[in-house]
């Protein structure tokens, strides 16, 4: 089994809506690729690939809100797969950690994945009301694909190596994941802390369920042990020139 990261552009943004400090700031949008023996997983899914036209109606909405992308055609979630020499066609599961565009954006590439996504945030995506609160874009993730629907913590192939921990808060369903192979122990942290400066400030942003939040986070930091590395939802420390995580690298 191998875990990939792989980075779908980057967000550029006032530092304070990503959790950090000082001016504007440039972060990437990973997601993260699973060969197991039983399939392919991906671990969230990047941006659609619509966002590469800064005039796309999406696109246009997120700059009303000083959020934009860069994004090019080597960044896709396509790409990415096709230099792993992985066809889209045969990627069994998408584990979604939350709803959001830059997790569910790319799930129209990967047409015959089941999506694994916990309860509330299936939920919460279809509600109107909690959608607009939370962000939550239909156009994404309404796509016709299977569903799978867990409470909870789950072993995604049953032998203890892929496994979904609840992280709600971000998102009412929010999730992360635990990955244990010969790479060493990794919990991908997704949206549950942007970065890790967001362990001791604890800088949430406004919309998010921050009691929900502070519970996921020290409830995923207890389950460290002295080899786990923690990969957090969009830090530029752990993916820039000096990466923390350059053996996860496409
Ligand atoms: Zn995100």
Not at 8 to 13: A, I, P, V
Not at 101 to 128: C, I, K, M, S, Y
Request: aromatic content about 8%; some cysteine; glycine content about 10%.
């Amino acid at each position: 089994m191998r875990l990939f990261g792989c980075v779908c552009g980057q967000f550029h943004s006032p530092a304070q809506g990503m959790g950090m400090t000082g001016g504007r700031v440039e972060v990437p949008v990973p997601f993260y690729v699973i060969e197991h023996p039983d399939g392919v997983a991906l671990f969230d899914c990047g941006l659609h690939a619509a966002l590469e036209d800064p005039e796309d109606s999406y696109r246009r909405r997120l700059r009303r809100q000083d959020l934009d992308v860069s994004f090019g055609p080597e960044d896709t979630v396509t790409r990415h797969l096709e230099r792993l020499d992985i066809d889209p066609a045969r990627v069994r599961y998408v584990v979604l950690s939350h709803l959001h565009f830059d997790h569910a954006g790319g799930l129209h590439q990967v047409p015959n994945a089941t999506l694994v996504v916990q309860r509330q945030e299936w939920a919460a995506g279809f509600d109107e009301q909690m959608a607009g609160r939370y962000f939550l874009p239909k156009r994404f993730f309404d796509l016709g694909h299977a569903v799978q629907i867990i409470d909870g913590e789950h072993d995604l192939f049953g032998d203890g190596s892929v496994t979904c921990i609840p992280s709600f808060g971000h998102t009412p369903g929010h999730q992360s994941l635990r990955v244990c192979s010969a790479q060493g122990d990794h919990i991908l942290v997704s949206d549950a802390c942007y970065n890790s400066q967001v362990v001791k400030s604890r800088n949430f942003p406004d919309y998010s369920d921050h009691a929900a939040m502070n519970r996921s986070l020290d409830g995923l930091l207890a389950l460290r042990g002295p080899r786990t590395v923690m990969i957090f939802g969009h830090d530029p420390d752990q993916w820039g020139e000096k990466a923390l995580l350059p053996s996860l690298r496409t």
